[in-house]
C-alpha cells in the first residue's frame, strides 16, 4: 500500500499499537519484499491432503479389515475436517495480504482478515479437541490396565473442562466480538482478553499433550508382548510425542513474532506449524491404529518370520484385531456366538501387566 504522492510504503502506526503489538525482533523491518502469502497457501494445501491420506488409510484398517468403528474415529474425521477448514481459511488470509508486509497490504483488507483469522484460531482449537478426545477414547477402549484406564478417564475429563474453557475463551476473545476485527471498537474502548490469557491456554495444551503420550509408555514397556511386536507397538504410540515437539516450536515461534509490528509478515511461521501440528496431530492418532494394517501389508513386520503367531491367519483372513477391539456386528446364534467369543479372546493381544 503506498502514498500516492511520494510511491513509498504508507505507514500506520496506530494499528500495531491497537493489536497490542510493539517492535519485535523477526525479520527485516519494512526491509525485503519477499512474500510468503504463496507458501503459506502451499503448506496449507500439502498438509491436509497428509492429514487426510492419514484418516483414509485409518477407516480402511478399521472398517474393511477390523470391521470396527466406535466414537474415537469419527472424531478424528471431524478433527481432519476442522484442520482442513483452518488450512483453508489461512489461504483466505494469504490471498488477503497474509505473508506480505504489514505496510504493503490495503487497509480494506485487514477487516476480512481479522475474521478469518478469529475463524482460524477456533477451528484450530476444535482439531486439537477432537484429537485429543479421539486419542484418550481409544486408550480407554484398547488397554485393560486399571491405572491406565483411570489416568485416560481423569485426563480425559481434564482436557474437556480445558478445551471448553478455551472456545470460550475464543467466543469471547474481544467484547463485543467484532473487536477482534475491528480496530477502531478496539480503539474506542471495548474490551480484549490479554495475550496472558492466549498464553496460559497455549502451556496447558502442550502440557495435556505431553500428559496424553506418556500414558501408554510404561505398559508397552512393561508388556509382556514378543520383542518385535512391542518395538513396533513403542513406536506407533510414541509418535505422539513428535507432536509435542510440534507445539513447542509453534510456541516459541508465536512468542517471538507476538512482540513485533509487521505482524502480517513476521506471523508467518505461526501459520505453517499451525497447519503442521493439527495435521501431525490426527496422523499421530490414526498411526496408532495402524497394526492391523501393518499386520496385513507387513506381516514379517509385526509377527516376525516363522513364529506361527494365530494373528497371521487372522490377516490372511481380513480379519484382524486391534487391542481390545471388538466386531461391528455380532454373530446371530448363541453357537457363532460363543464361537467368537472364544477367538476373540485366543487373538486380541492383551496387556498383561503385574498389579502393583
Not at 254 to 260: E, K, R, V
Request: charged share 15%; net charge positive; aromatic share 14%.
Amino acid at each position: 500500500m503506498a502514498d500516492n504522492s511520494t510511491g513509498a510504503p504508507l505507514r500506520l502506526p496506530v494499528l500495531p499499537s491497537l493489536l497490542g503489538f510493539g517492535s519485535g525482533p523477526i525479520g527485516v523491518p519494512w526491509g525485503t519484499d519477499r512474500r510468503y502469502s504463496v507458501d503459506i497457501m502451499v503448506s496449507a494445501a500439502v498438509t491436509a491432503f497428509v492429514g487426510t491420506v492419514f484418516v483414509v488409510l485409518r477407516f480402511y484398517t478399521r472398517r474393511i479389515i477390523i470391521t470396527v468403528l466406535n466414537w474415537e474415529d469419527w472424531l478424528i474425521v471431524a478433527a481432519q475436517v476442522f484442520s482442513n477448514a483452518m488450512c483453508v481459511a489461512f489461504g483466505i488470509q494469504a490471498s488477503l495480504g497474509h505473508g506480505q508486509h504489514v505496510y504493503h497490504i490495503p487497509l480494506e483488507n485487514f477487516m476480512p482478515m481479522g475474521k478469518v483469522g478469529w475463524a482460524a484460531i477456533l477451528l484450530y482449537e476444535l482439531s486439537l479437541w477432537c484429537s485429543q478426545v479421539s486419542i484418550l477414547l481409544l486408550f480407554l477402549r484398547i488397554w485393560t490396565f486399571p491405572r491406565i484406564n483411570r489416568a485416560a478417564y481423569y485426563l480425559l475429563i481434564l482436557v474437556m473442562i480445558y478445551n471448553i474453557c478455551v472456545v470460550v475463551t475464543v467466543f469471547t476473545a474481544c467484547v463485543p466480538l467484532r473487536a477482534f476485527w475491528d480496530f477502531e471498537l478496539q480503539f474506542n474502548g471495548a474490551y480484549c482478553h490479554p495475550k496472558g490469557v492466549w498464553w496460559v491456554n497455549t502451556y496447558l495444551h502442550v502440557a495435556t499433550d505431553f500428559m496424553i503420550y506418556m500414558i501408554p509408555m510404561p505398559v508397552i514397556l512393561r508388556a509382556r508382548f514378543p520383542k518385535r511386536q512391542k518395538i513396533l507397538l513403542f513406536v506407533l504410540f510414541a509418535f505422539g510425542f513428535f507432536v509435542c515437539f510440534i507445539s513447542i516450536i509453534r510456541t516459541y515461534l508465536l512468542n517471538l513474532s507476538s512482540t513485533t509490528a509487521d505482524f502480517t509478515f513476521d506471523n508467518v511461521s505461526t501459520a505453517f506449524w499451525s497447519c503442521v501440528e493439527t495435521n501431525a496431530t490426527v496422523c499421530v492418532a490414526c498411526i496408532m491404529t495402524y497394526k492391523p494394517l501393518l499386520a496385513k501389508w507387513f506381516p514379517k513386520l509385526v509377527e516376525g518370520p516363522g513364529q506361527g503367531n494365530p494373528s497371521l491367519d487372522l490377516v490372511r483372513s481380513g480379519r484382524v484385531l486391534t487391542i481390545g477391539s471388538r466386531p461391528i456386528r455380532s454373530p446371530q446364534g448363541p453357537i457363532q456366538h460363543s464361537i467368537a467369543s472364544m477367538r476373540r479372546t485366543s487373538h486380541e493381544i492383551v496387556i498383561d501387566i503385574k498389579k502393583d
